[in-house]
């Protein structure tokens, strides 16, 4: 199964929240979302949780971070 990339990078808070959860909507359960923000995005993950959704947090070297999220249904 194909992976949607969102790169988050550079926004504003909650910018980079409020596009993920957009991008989230649209897709079907046990689809795959990876973000890629300039930090951990600490608000994002309680919400994923609640949701259902299942997620894997990579902090990179540069302090930014990528998000691999597999939409829950």
Do not use: W
């Amino acid at each position: 199964m194909a992976e949607t990339f969102l790169d988050n990078r550079g926004l504003e808070p909650p910018n980079p929240m409020i596009r993920t959860l957009e991008a989230l909507a649209g897709m079907a359960a046990g689809e795959v979302l990876v973000i890629h923000n300039d930090r951990v995005p600490i608000y994002l993950l309680p919400q994923l949780a609640d949701e259902g959704a299942d997620y894997q947090v990579e902090e990179l070297p540069d302090g930014s971070a990528r998000v691999r999220i597999t939409k829950g249904g």
